[in-house]
């Protein structure tokens, strides 16, 4: 029979996916590693029952003992799960800047939820970490389990996840992108791959805020003073548990930019995630967009389930208050994969119309874009073929150079349907759009109509 002792049995062993269509365009196929498929919807399960077996073989939890912790409310979860299985109390401490959501889900395990400031330095008395360390000292056979500096956190990741990561991918993965909170999963599966094929590339993507992708570049850099939202990763400070020693590259991701791409990968491969992967996915396809690595398998880490950010992220009227959403988020991407198996169809200048004119008759196509060594110079319209025909013109006598149009605007793939729409109040009746692999695609004002 396969039946697993308690639910902790079910942690780890989580699927890879193929993103085939938030890949299409790359270059590359983009591979995640779906860590919101634990059972407490989280990475952070892995790291709940870690610390806890570690601190009950340490003698540091005793028996009946309380659970402390400051948290983004991931890892609360996870030490809570393992908590109600292994009879232990638990009190959490959030910042106040987390989801509704993560608040009411710990309170469902059973555990006591105090909610702190958000905007406190970390020396502060009211800040998360340090309330939850003074409850634990407070309570009788409390015991704080301190993520942001406990070895069992990166320790684990190098056990588990790394390893599944490598035997899932056959030793081929070349590129992992993760975010880091504690900076535990980049480390500990950073140094795994690294020992395993030191030519794999470890990506830290980071929120525009925090500290680590300024301390990557500079030791000596000081916390910026700005706020972001997306939740559960970045620092204004460099924790315990954080090592760059194994990080080739940093890339900044903004809120926007997170929020953004999640919900992408929620309408495009129906996986269902938070901000935080988000980041993740926002920095790998700007990461492989801008250094094109050709044949690769880059993995993206997906962190936690999206339905405890259904309050913010995934709320459009929180977003458009916060300046996160567009009036129609759609993109030009997005707009392409409408019409699959729809090659583009273009012309070159010293063509003769006679050679060009059989796409339009077989396709109906109202304008032929104009390409010369891989770039657009013109356009060629339907209008402007049907009067040379009524005309009485031979289109074998003329060259497409001759009669061609303006090109059409140039738009990049990740251009939203509020940026085409202005392209069109301009007059153009199509968008070139340049993907990332340098392929072109085209979209006209009906596609974005339709999907509209």
Known sequence: MDIRESILD??????????????????CTLVAKLDHLNPGGSVKDRIGIAMIRDAEASGLLKPGGTITEGTAGNTGLGL???ANVLGYKCVFCLPDKMSREKIDLLRAYGAKVIVTPTAVTKDDPRHYNAVAKRIAKETPGGWYAGQFQNPSNPEVHYATTAKEIWEQTDGKVTHFFAGAGTGGTINGVGKYLKEHNPKVKIILCDPVGSLYALYYKDKNAAPVNRQYTVE??????IPGTM??????????????????????LTRMEGIFTGGSSGNNLAGALKWLKKHKPGECLPVVFICDVGDRYLSKMYNDNWM???????????????LLLHKPGQALVTAEPDQTLSEVIGHVKTLDLSQIPVLESGEPVGAL?????????????????????????APLPVVSDEATATELLRTFQGGAPAALVKRASGEW?????ADLV???
């Open 450 to 452: 339709a999907v509209l």
């Open 232 to 237: 559960g990763i970045g620092l204004d400070y």
């Open 381 to 405: 319209y339907d209008d402007q073929l049907i009067n040379l025909l009524l005309e009485g013109r031979k289109l074998g006598e003329i060259k497409v150079r001759e009669v061609m149009g």
């Open 10 to 27: 079910c942690v780890g062993h989580t699927p890879m996916v193929k993103l085939n269509r938030i890949s299409d365009g790359l270059g």
């Open 441 to 445: 695609g085209i979209v006209t004002k």
């Open 243 to 264: 090592d760059f020693a194994n990080i080739d590259d940093v890339v900044q991701v903004t809120d926007s930019e997170s929020y953004q791409v999640a919900r992408r």
């Open 80 to 82: 809570a799960i393992a």
């Open 320 to 334: 458009r208050e916060n300046g996160f959403l567009e009036e129609f988020d759609v993109t030009a991407a997005e």
